[in-house]
């Protein structure tokens, strides 16, 4: 026995030694930087790169931690579901003791569960969010150099579990969150590192990360069955698709139009070929292989396809088309659905973050009773426009049931027309 415990003390004596060696080796004091414009304008940068006003406008995210908290969180009302091992919490994120907690899906109380719940909560939606938190009361920004980099260094002086707490947030060339170094109250050693990605871009147009991997031991964070969109927007978008005959679109084979008199189409839309013509120039457009298109002049086929004309026809039917057709793409790939108010009325914010001429343009979609636009708000990237409103009106029911607008009007009274539209199969 005598034995024993000689050889536990040695065993415990080696632990602590190893310890003191791996503080000292690892440990890291917080640097120090500079708060001010130059911090704030890095803060900028990394919350554009992450498209903060969609996280602002986010209805509900959806995560689990570790594989054992779960999290529904609306984010709009300040409610959080969040579920693990037999219990449940429908927390108020600013009230907690309007909160309710469930043991076997039976109500009970118990303020202990709530409190554990919130700093569940506080703790795994950090490690979620945190990059979009960086203006939140009570946070302190300083540029710091890191490996001869600029980086972003965030004291929490108050707010969460923890308050104190120091991140020190590296960036990628793009200015998005690749990794962050931590000094916390909860860890003994200062500057222990975190990574930040792969990020995950969601419905709602946020970047969130899917794992993280920790300097400290190799240890790994899971961040799985990740959502984030919006549900009261995404109602009202198919609102608007049944009202404007969405499924008939959808079954159209053939669409026919001009723009201003000056550009006709007739769109393939099954097989997603085009024929785009102007003046004495028709190009058979392939919109997805520019290469297979074909230019005719005067209606002689050209041996080689000018590149510079199948762009230009590529541009025109990006942007005459969009008018035509832009409410039944409501639920495209990198479509952004947001609900705004508009003169007291619901309207629906339509971002388009990739595809078309000019990602990133936004428009703010007025709708009648009926649900069919009658008009909307152009915010262009470029800033070209920023606010102009246009009509979409004189809608007709074409040969396949769809519903196209034949007519325009901008706020200055410039009328934009589609001429004769057709739509048959």
């Known amino acids: 026995m005598t034995q024993f415990f000689k050889v536990l003390g040695g065993v415990i004596l080696v632990l602590f030694v190893g310890g003191i060696i791996y503080y000292f080796a690892k440990n890291e004091a917080l640097p120090k930087g500079k708060a001010g414009k130059d911090a704030d304008a890095l803060a900028i940068k990394m919350i554009n790169a992450l498209n903060s006003d969609a996280f602002k406008n986010t209805e509900v995210i959806e995560w689990s931690f570790r594989n054992v908290h779960h999290y529904k969180w609306y984010k709009q009302e300040n409610i959080v579901h969040v579920s693990w091992d037999n219990k449940k919490a429908v927390l108020n994120t600013k009230s907690p003791e309007k909160s309710t907690v469930f043991i076997d899906n039976k109500k009970t109380k118990n303020s202990e569960l709530i409190t554990q719940a919130k700093d569940f909560f506080n703790n795994d939606s950090f490690w979620l969010v945190a990059p979009y938190k960086v203006f939140d009361k009570g946070t302190e920004r300083r540029l710091v150099k890191h490996q001869g980099k600029e980086a972003l260094l965030i004291t929490y002086t108050s707010g969460g579990s923890t308050p104190g707490d120091s991140y020190l947030w590296i960036l990628d060339n793009n200015y998005l969150p690749k990794s962050y170094k931590m000094w916390t109250s909860i860890l003994p050693i200062g500057g222990v590192s975190a990574t930040w990605q792969p990020l995950k871009t969601t419905e709602s147009g946020i970047k969130l990360p899917t794992n993280h991997k920790l300097s400290l031991f190799g240890l790994e964070i899971p961040i799985t069955n990740i959502k984030a969109y919006n549900s009261k927007a995404n109602e009202l978008a198919n609102k608007v698709l049944k009202a404007i005959k969405h ?47 074909s230019v005719y002049f005067n209606d002689k086929l050209q041996k080689t396809a000018d590149s510079t004309i199948v762009k230009k026809a590529w541009d025109i039917f990006n942007n005459d088309s969009f008018w035509l057709v832009a409410p039944h793409k409501l639920f495209d790939n990198g479509v952004i659905r947001t609900l705004e108010q508009v003169n007291d009325k619901t309207a629906l914010r339509v971002t388009y973050t990739s595809g078309g001429t000019t990602p990133g343009d936004s428009y703010i979609w007025i709708l009648a009773d009926n649900y069919v636009p009658k008009s909307y708000k152009i ?10 409103s246009a009509t979409w009106e004189d809608w007709i029911t074409t040969e396949s049931g769809a519903l196209l607008p034949t007519n325009h009007t901008f706020g ?14």
């Open 379 to 388: 915010y262009l990237k470029n800033k070209r426009m920023n606010g102009t």
């Open 247 to 293: 499924k008939a679109y959808k079954n159209t084979r053939y669409i026919e139009w001009s723009f201003v008199g000056i550009r006709s189409f007739k769109w393939d839309k099954e097989k997603h070929i085009v024929d785009v013509s102007w003046d004495s120039i028709r190009v058979h457009l392939f919109p997805e292989k520019k290469e297979k298109s």
């Open 412 to 425: 200055n009274g410039r009328k934009l027309s589609m001429g004769e539209v057709k739509g048959y199969n």
